[in-house]
């Protein structure tokens, strides 16, 4: 089994900064890509960003700028720093993995998510 676990989520004020973190664990032989999404209810989830194991980073445009994702491969984790948070950045932010498990099938796993509330 895989597991990704996020971290960081929480209450920010607008032009802020925050930091959420995700870490896979388990039967893991290899991590193809990660990265964030995002969704607030009645909305389908949209990619926030996302790094390959070739480590192009991709953006949507409304956190380019503003939003930085990293990764460290070693420690399957990834980062993704939000500055300047706006209210319209409040969202359930999930981490999602492409990856191979050590039985050779390749598959998308997903975290619980974690809370993002842009307020003053």
């Known amino acids: 089994q895989v597991q990704l676990v996020e971290s960081g989520g929480g209450l920010v004020q607008p032009g802020g900064s925050l930091i959420l973190s995700c870490v896979a664990s388990?039967?893991?032989?290899?991590?193809?890509?990660m990265g964030w999404y995002r969704q607030v209810p009645g909305k389908q989830r949209e990619l926030v960003a996302s790094?390959?194991?070739?480590?192009?980073?991709n953006y949507a445009d409304s956190v380019k700028g503003r939003f930085t994702i990293s990764g460290d491969g070693a420690k399957k984790t990834i980062y993704l720093q939000m500055n300047s948070p706006k209210s319209e950045d409040t969202a359930v932010y999930y981490c999602?993995?492409?990856?191979?498990?050590?039985?050779?099938?390749?598959?998308?796993?997903w975290g619980q998510g974690t809370q993002v509330t842009v307020s003053s």
């Open positions: 790094i390959p194991d070739s480590g192009r980073t």
């Open positions: 388990g039967s893991i032989f290899k991590v193809n890509s």
């Open positions: 999602n993995a492409e990856l191979m498990n050590t039985a050779r099938t390749v598959y998308n796993a």
